[in-house]
């Protein structure tokens, strides 16, 4: 099946900094990607679908400004989350579709996980 | 409220039995997708049911459907050690398709060698 790539699959930062995560499909272009963040023994909660060439749609209660997404190309799309507060510590995980269709395939990354100290 | 409660939260059995796990969802759907991930990692897809089958089969994978009580079952046959994992249900609204994937509360399974 297809790959997605996440780097880095784990970081620890300082209260205040920011931190980019990048998502990658390594042998497909994927127009759209999606971010999901997942709390210890929770499920994935859908934040933001990731469009290429386009701006980002955020799911309620998502702070865009927050939680900045850029889809630049169509194999990388970026979260960056600013000035990160320990409340953001969490799992961050990306999928990627293939193809146009909205059934298609969704491929996962294998998860960035974030500590805030 | 999530769109997929699973059942049970947490399921322990020998290896070599059966497993089943049980996903309830509220909404119509496109299709259904169940997912594994081990600990600390990304998600696997292990079989999509769309709204109009009502049983799939996949290796040692069995998941049924029944779009009128909105359930779904996962059955894996034959446990293993290696099945240790969570395991989510996944619904893919009729609307939105994959777009807007919502995930169950997932069933943490651990096989006992």
């Known amino acids: 099946g297809a790959v997605v790539s996440q780097h880095p699959s784990w970081v620890i930062c300082k209260s205040g900094t920011s931190v980019k995560i990048e998502c990658r499909s390594l042998?497909?272009?994927?127009?759209?990607m999606f971010w999901y963040r997942q709390f210890p023994k929770q499920s994935l909660m859908l934040m933001a679908t990731s469009n290429e060439g386009s701006k980002a749609t955020y799911e309620q209660g998502v702070e865009k400004d927050k939680f900045l997404i850029n889809h630049a190309s169509l194999t990388l799309s970026t979260l960056t989350v600013t000035s990160a507060h320990p409340e953001d510590s969490s799992f961050y995980i990306c999928s990627a579709r293939t193809g146009q269709r909205k059934t298609g395939e969704l491929f996962f990354g294998e998860g960035s996980r974030l500590t805030v100290l | 409220s999530q769109q997929g409660e699973e059942d049970p939260q947490a399921l322990s059995i020998q290896e070599g039995e059966n497993a089943t796990m049980n996903c309830s969802y509220k909404?119509?759907?496109?299709?259904l997708q169940w997912y594994r991930q081990n600990s600390g990692r990304g998600l696997v897809h292990l079989i999509l049911i769309r709204s109009n089958e009502r049983e799939k089969h996949s290796g040692r994978l069995r998941v049924t459907l029944d779009t009128s009580k909105k359930s779904s079952s996962l059955l894996i046959t034959a446990s293993r050690a290696a099945d240790t994992a969570s395991y989510f249900c996944?619904?893919?609204?009729?609307?939105?398709?994959?777009?807007?994937?919502?995930f169950g509360t997932g069933t943490r399974l651990t096989i006992i060698p």
């Open positions: 996944a619904t893919a609204p009729s609307n939105f398709g994959n777009e807007k994937l919502t």
């Open positions: 042998d497909f272009q994927a127009t759209t």
């Open positions: 909404t119509s759907i496109n299709n």
